[in-house]
């Protein structure tokens, strides 16, 4: 079973103060992704990876940046936080890159105060 | 890029009683229609899922139907039970032949009446 593993459930941040999230796959997946969750909105792509240290913009990038320097690691970097980024981030990674089922991690709940 | 609508945002069920959850899509190239449950506090997980060569897919209780005439796709749950009671979302591929993730919908959340 693939396991999608995000280190932080729960993650407190000041407003300007530079965040990592991290993710890890163990499933030798080429493909991983940020999503943003809110109510009423859905899920929302912020970024995402086809490959090592390949990046593209999904469709809500604006203010966020990523890391991707091994297979099974992407991060996603939050350069100056800032409260309208409060929010759940979930990690996800596929075999392909659209016509395959996406793998989730648990999410971490980021409040920016 | 794709853009996908879900119908209805909420929607309340007697148990036993069935569901349909509805979503259109703007691409016709699109070929990858999946289905996500996420339980409250839980991850997004993969229930059901339909290519455009078929028109519709069954496991048990859950189908899936796709018209791609219409653009269009839905979810049908039958005999519902307190289980199923989840927020629902549909998903469509982000750029319509197969690349660069997936463009989900708003979410149904679905309520199973005792």
């Known amino acids: 079973d693939v396991k999608v593993t995000q280190s932080s459930r729960y993650l407190v941040k000041r407003t300007g103060e530079k965040v990592f999230l991290e993710c890890v796959q163990d499933m030798d997946h080429e493909n991983m992704f940020w999503y943003r969750q809110d109510p009423g909105l859905g899920l929302r792509l912020i970024y995402f990876?086809?490959?090592?240290?390949?990046?593209e913009k999904g469709d809500i990038p604006e203010g966020y940046s990523v890391s991707r320097e091994k297979k099974e690691r992407f991060s996603l970097i939050l350069e100056s936080a800032s409260t309208n980024q409060t929010s759940m981030y979930l990690c996800?990674?596929?075999?392909?890159?659209?016509?395959?089922?996406?793998?989730f991690g648990n999410g971490t709940r980021l409040t920016v105060t | 890029g794709e853009n996908v609508e879900q119908h209805p945002s909420t929607l309340s069920v007697q148990e036993g009683d069935s569901a349909v959850i509805k979503c259109t899509y703007s691409?016709?190239?699109?070929?990858?229609f999946p289905w996500y449950k996420q339980e409250l506090g839980k991850r997004p997980q993969l229930i059901i899922d339909i290519r455009s060569n078929v028109g519709e897919k069954k496991d048990q209780r859950i189908a899936v139907t796709l018209n791609k005439t219409a653009k269009h796709f839905s979810l049908h749950i039958t005999e519902t039970q307190p289980e199923d009671s989840a927020v629902y979302f549909c998903?469509?591929?982000?750029?319509?032949?197969?690349?660069?993730?997936?463009?989900f919908g708003k979410g149904t959340h679905l309520i199973i009446q005792p």
């Open positions: 691409d016709s190239a699109s070929n990858y």
């Open positions: 990876s086809y490959d090592v240290k390949m990046k």
């Open positions: 996800a990674s596929s075999w392909d890159r659209g016509d395959s089922p996406l793998h």
């Open positions: 998903a469509a591929p982000r750029r319509g032949g197969g690349a660069d993730g997936l463009t």
